[in-house]
C-alpha cells in the first residue's frame, strides 16, 4: 500500500465505511482517508450529494464506493455492507458521522414543547441507533480479525449544557458518549478500539455558514477566537484509526477550540 508522510503503520486492513460522508465533515474525513491509502465506502441520503462528492473526490473508482441509504433501516444497512464486503472484503475501520439537528422554530417557546415524539424518534434513530446497530453488524469480523477501529462523531452539545441543539440531538450525542465507553470496554479485548470525537462549533453544512447569527455569537465563547474546520476533524479521525493510537480507547476527544458550555 502507498505511504504518506505520517509514518503510519500501513497493514492489509485497509477499508473504511462513513456514514454522512458526502457533505460535511463525513466529507472531510473521506477526503481524508482517501489521500491516506484506504479503500472508502461511505453512504448518504440524496443521491446529488453522492454524485457531487464523488466527482468532488476524484480518485480511481476501486478506492471509492457509495450508496443513498436511509442509516435508521437495518435491512439496507445490511446490504450495503454485504455489497461493500462482496466488493473489497471486511470493513475494519467505521466512522459513525451521519446526524441530524431539527431547528428551532419558535425562539421564545421552550425546545421541549416543541419537540414532537415523532422528531425525537428520528432524530435519536440517525444519531445514536444507526451508529449501534453498525458497531454491532461490523464487530463480529472485526472480533474475528482480531483488529477494528470504531469513531463516533459526537457533539459538545453531549458534553455540557446545550446552548443552540435541541433535546433530542443533545441527547443522542450524550448516548454516543456512553455508547463508545460500554462498546470500547467489550471490544478491548479483541484488538478494536472505540473512540469518540466532539466537535464544538464547526464550519459545515449542519451549522450554516460563517455569518450566520448564530456563529458570530458562538465565537464569544470560543477562547481560539474563530469556528472549527471540518479538516481538523478529520485530522483527529486519521490519528485515531492509525497504529500510533492503538492504546487511546473509550475515550472522547473535545476539538472545540477550548469552548466549554456550563
Known sequence: MPKTGNNFDYSDRRVALVTGG???IGFEIVRRFLADG?????????VEHVERALVAFDCPRHQIYAETTDVTQQNELERFVERVQARWGEIAILVNNAGISPKRVDQDTPWLSQ?????????????LT?????????????IAAGYGRIINI??????AMPLIAGPHYAASKAGLVGLTRAAARDLAPHGITVNCIA????????????GAAVNRSALSRIPVGRLGTAE????????LVSSMAGFITGATIDVTGGEFAA
Not at 484506504?38 to 440524496?46: C, G, L
Not at 459526537?154 to 458534553?159: F, I, K, N, P, T
Not at 464544538?200 to 451549522?207: A, F, M, N, Q, V
Open 22 to 24: 458526502a457533505r460535511g
Open 38 to 46: 484506504y479503500q472508502v465506502a461511505f453512504v448518504a441520503t440524496k
Open 115 to 127: 419537540t414532537t415524539l415523532q422528531e425525537w424518534a428520528r432524530v435519536i434513530d440517525v444519531n
Open 130 to 142: 444507526c451508529p449501534f446497530n453498525l458497531i454491532r453488524l461490523l464487530a463480529p469480523a472485526m
Open 154 to 159: 459526537g457533539s459538545l452539545a453531549g458534553r
Open 199 to 210: 466537535p464544538g462549533r464547526i464550519l459545515s453544512d449542519l451549522t450554516g455558514p460563517s
Open 232 to 239: 481538523e476533524i478529520a485530522h483527529v479521525a486519521a490519528f
